[in-house]
């Protein structure tokens, strides 16, 4: 595992986008795994201007987003889909059909894991999975809980995850209150995996990457993947 440290916000996008970059220059057609949150828009940011200033081409990227909430269509403002089209997919020149979520919106939340584990794999797997983390260690939506869960999945989101999230909805109520998440287990086949942290998860990437591996702080699992690289702020 690498730890990059940097000094704030701008030092971390940057270094992200240009890891991300040099993937896509390494493998025109590769598979990216991205990411929702505060943490990567401002390495969207810096993938857009690369892109604008003719320096990323985007048109064989295949992506595939962690998570969604669950009861929310893709045009809803609070949608992952809607975020990322947002932020990344309307301003690069990446195939709409190449760009991927779960629908949250599936009538059949059971079938739509199945859909979407199958689609990953079926795209031949990630190449690089950009990740953040949440408050409490959470990975994607893969709240704290007994066991590390394998595949794609429906989540009941913890009370901390809705109360972190609301910030961005009008009203608390409005956070949905589950989502579909790739499992642990998905998160790990990825070939590289790059985790994004702020000054203010500083003390739980701490206890992920040096303290015992356990489900209870799912992050702690990345310690035995192969390939990580973590970039972790040091002011906010
Ligand atoms: C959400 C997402 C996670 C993300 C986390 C942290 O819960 N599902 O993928 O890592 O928030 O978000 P932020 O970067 O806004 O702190």
Same mark, same amino acid.
């Given at each position: 595992m690498r730890v990059l440290e940097v000094s704030n916000y701008e030092e971390m996008s940057a270094l992200a986008a240009e890891l991300i970059g040099a993937q896509v220059l390494l493998k025109p057609r590769c598979v990216l795994g991205l990411a929702t949150g505060s943490s990567p828009i401002g390495t969207y940011e810096r993938l857009v201007e690369a892109h604008r200033e003719g320096r990323l081409d985007f048109s064989q990227v295949r992506t595939v987003n962690l998570d969604e909430y669950c009861? +929310?269509?893709? =045009? =809803? #403002?609070? $949608?992952y889909r809607f975020f990322m089209d947002h932020h990344l997919f309307s301003r690069v020149n990446l195939q709409r059909e190449n760009t991927h979520l779960p629908n949250? &919106? &599936? #009538?059949d939340l059971e079938e739509e894991c199945h859909r979407y584990e199958a689609l990953i794999q079926s795209l031949g797997g990630v190449d690089l999975q950009l990740l953040g983390i949440g408050r @409490?260690?959470?990975?994607?939506? @893969?709240? #704290? $809980?007994d066991s590390f869960p394998p595949v794609v999945h429906t989540v009941q989101l913890t009370e901390s995850t809705i109360q972190a999230n609301s910030r961005l909805f009008e009203r608390i109520e409005d956070v949905p209150t589950q989502a579909i998440t790739m499992g642990v287990g998905t998160i790990l086949k990825a070939e590289r995996i790059l985790l994004i942290a702020g000054a203010d998860k500083r003390y739980i990437l701490e206890e992920a990457l040096t303290?015992?591996?356990?489900p209870q702080v799912p &992050? $702690?699992?990345?310690? +035995?993947?192969?390939d990580v690289t973590v970039i972790v702020c040091r002011e906010e």
């Open positions: 009861g +929310l269509r893709g =045009d =809803d #403002p609070n $949608s949250g &919106a &599936a #009538p @409490n260690g959470h990975i994607g939506f @893969n709240e #704290p $809980s303290g015992r591996v356990t &992050a $702690s699992v990345l310690q +035995l993947h192969r």
